[in-house]
Nanobody, 118 residues
Framework: QVQLVESGGGAVQPGGSLRLSCAAS????????MGWFRQAPGKQRELVAR???????DYGDSVMSRFTISRDNAKNTVYLHMNSLKPEDTAVYYC????????????WGKGTLVTVSS
């Protein structure tokens, strides 16, 4: 079992910045990748950013060059640095951990709301 706790959401004006944090605990040694997904009202959950054990990263097209994912292995924490925020970035952001043993399993945090509005 992996537990994920997000923090850092809130309200910000367009063009502003926020940093989300996700702390992992439990069976973290089997985590293959960690990342962030988001879900806006009436839309499907979508990938925002993901970081692999090698340090390589993937980003959704809509956040490329504006968002940066990073991790602190000593703290078992992944961060999402969000810059140049737009109203369309408004969503609930979920931390995700993919655990790979004999099977692949996804764990999710409870989500943190980001609202971008003037």
């Amino acid at each position: 079992q992996v537990q994920l706790v997000e923090s850092g959401g809130g309200a910000v004006q367009p063009g502003g910045s926020l940093r989300l944090s996700c702390a992992a605990s439990g069976s973290i040694f089997n985590i293959y990748a960690m990342g962030w997904f988001r879900q806006a009202p009436g839309k499907q959950r979508e990938l925002v950013a993901r970081i692999l054990p090698s340090g390589s990263t993937d980003y959704g097209d809509s956040v490329m060059s504006r968002f940066t994912i990073s991790r602190d292995n000593a703290k078992n924490t992944v961060y999402l640095h969000m810059n140049s925020l737009k109203p369309e970035d408004t969503a609930v952001y979920y931390c995700n951990a993919r655990v790979v043993t004999t099977i692949s399993m996804d764990y999710w945090g409870k989500g943190t709301l980001v609202t971008v509005s003037s």
